[in-house]
């Protein structure tokens, strides 16, 4: 079966958390869930993203439920703020589903956040890492409850490099850094998964990726990967609506398994409707998986213990 927004099940009563809702494939992910009837709140790094986005959702969904938020998934106090703002508005076990969605690709020239980790690697995934262990204890410990987090086509380039992470010694923008980042995403969601049926959870973990979708991420693509970019778009690309489709499967679909991970299921999945898709080695790679957990906790300075929901 040929899977679209159309097969979305109702999601009335749930409450849907999803970064990077204001543009791109996030945003297409959270007008369909408001569409179909969830609570969707949606964290941008200002208001008037956050607020924007609620606007434009709003002019096709009249009476969509809508919470803008702040969040800088780049900064620990930003997303720390976040956690204690949904603990505050929304106590006790109350998310039904967390999409971390939100990213920066191929940033130029290595930045570095304001504590002190590279931008891409930041962003992409130690925020998102801080971000599911603070909003852990607040998602309901019940069937269907389930966190999605994006990974990229490129993983099957990306290398953990422990000697390397923050792009101190060398610093690649996309086949480097973003890889590297988004390889982490992948294997976080897979390991996070492990964790979860080790201790009977129902809670599912889920990895998707959009394929090749022209989003505002390839604002940063220059030279060479610029001018294939645009060559290349209209045989290999597909809309950031297209692209969606991968996450709102993890996020809705009944036929989503927990550790599965999704894309598009065209050549080499670039485009297409949301199927398995495939894993590199690397991510299976238990070892590598705890290592990656460890320094994790240690580098935000947040235990992520699945075992407990304090």
């Not at 989003?215 to 597909?238: C, D, E, F, M, W």
């Not at 996450?247 to 809705?252: C, Q």
Request: charged share 20%; hydrophobic share 45%; net charge positive.
């Amino acid at each position: 079966m040929t899977w679209t927004a159309n097969n979305i099940p109702a999601q009335a009563g749930r409450r849907v958390i999803i970064t990077g809702a204001n543009s791109g494939i996030g945003f297409h992910a959270a007008l369909e869930l408001a569409r179909n009837g969830a609570e969707v709140i949606l964290p941008a790094r200002s208001e008037t993203k956050a607020e924007d986005a609620v606007r434009r959702i709003r002019a096709e969904v009249p009476q969509a439920k809508l919470v803008p938020a702040l969040l800088d998934l780049a900064s620990l106090s930003s997303v720390r703020r976040f956690a204690a703002m949904i603990a505050e508005r929304f106590p006790g076990p109350s998310i039904d589903v967390l999409i971390n969605n939100a990213g920066v690709m191929a940033v130029p020239m290595r930045e570095v956040t304001e504590d002190g980790f590279e931008r891409q690697f930041a962003t992409n995934f130690l925020g998102p890492f801080a971000l599911t262990a603070l909003l852990f204890p607040h998602l309901k410990p019940t069937a269907g409850t389930r966190i999605v987090t994006l990974a990229s086509i490129i993983v099957h380039q990306g290398k953990i490099d422990f000697d390397n992470l923050q792009g101190e010694r060398k610093y690649v923008p996309l086949g480097g850094a973003y890889a590297q980042s988004k390889l982490a995403d992948l294997i976080f969601a897979l390991e996070f998964h492990r964790r979860l049926s080790r201790v009977g959870s129902p809670i599912a973990s889920i990895a998707a990726h959009p394929g090749i979708a022209v989003t505002n991420l390839q604002v940063h693509l220059s030279g060479l990967y610029k001018l294939l970019g645009r060559i290349l778009a209209p045989v290999i690309a597909q809309s950031a609506q297209q692209g969606s489709l991968p996450e709102l499967f993890a996020a809705t679909s009944p036929d989503a398994v927990p550790g599965g991970y999704y894309g598009p299921n065209g050549v080499r999945e670039c485009r297409g409707f949301p199927a398995p898709g495939r894993i590199p080695a690397a991510a299976v790679d238990e070892t590598l998986a705890r290592t990656l957990w460890q320094t994790a906790e240690r580098l935000t300075g947040i235990p992520f213990d699945v075992t407990t929901r304090e």
